[in-house]
């Protein structure tokens, strides 16, 4: 039975056994028995890091230590509201960082604990805890965004003229590009924070399903 550490774009951990491109955590959500309680972070700092650091095999459930996250693509992980690691991913914290800077016109890239604490303002309901989202107009949003679409996750990738395409996510992959007519205004999962990083030029690593649409 696979464990329940699979994160959807909805910030919700399931137990699944589709595969994903990344990993990450939020600190030790699991007990001695490797289940998740009721508590879905630990630290504001929600990272995603590479499958495979330097070859080395890691439990996913320490006892006490972390609980390691697993993410579809980082179109996912931004959407459930996490940034890249500053470790192992080092490089693409640093374009994020930078890209975070230039948004918001800041001569230098803010530190981590910055941008975690902006980005947990934006991703949590204090009162329910549960994620945030807002509205926007499709064609505003930048490629890597994810939304709200009839009832399930898509993400938002431009077809070359300037209009947005929304391509239905699941764990088999990203389905065909779509675009409904008539669709306008759509709830959008990724926070504000990660929009402004995506319009400033970061891009996100995308499954193989997504690039070939």
């Excluded at 696979?2 to 910030?11: E, G, H, K, S």
């Excluded at 994620?131 to 431009?158: H, K």
Aim: hydrophobic share 40%; glycine share 10%; with cysteine.
């Amino acid at each position: 039975m696979p464990l329940q550490n699979r994160v959807l774009p909805t910030q919700e951990i399931v137990a699944e056994p589709g595969r994903g491109l990344l990993m990450g955590n939020r600190g030790t959500l699991h007990g001695a028995d490797r289940q998740l309680g009721t508590t879905r972070w630990r630290s504001k700092a929600w990272i995603c890091c590479v499958l495979d650091w330097k070859g080395v095999r890691r439990d996913p459930m320490p006892p006490g230590r972390w609980t390691a996250l697993f993410f579809f693509d980082e179109a996912v992980a931004l959407a459930a509201g996490h940034r890249p690691c500053a470790y192992c991913r080092r490089r693409d914290y640093l374009l994020y960082a930078g890209a975070w800077a230039s948004a918001r016109g800041l001569a230098e890239r803010p530190r981590a604990a910055a941008m975690d604490a902006q980005l947990h303002r934006e991703r949590v309901e204090p009162r329910t805890r549960r994620q945030r989202t807002t509205m926007a107009e499709l064609d505003d949003l930048p490629d890597g965004a994810m939304i709200r679409y009839d009832g399930r996750p898509a993400l938002v990738l431009g077809d070359g003229s300037g209009r947005k395409n929304v391509l239905a996510w699941s764990w088999e992959g990203y389905a065909d590009p779509e675009r409904p007519p008539g669709l306008r205004e759509v709830a959008v999962l990724t926070a504000p924070a990660n929009l402004l990083v995506l319009k400033a030029g970061f891009t996100p690593l995308l499954h193989p399903t997504a690039i070939g649409n």
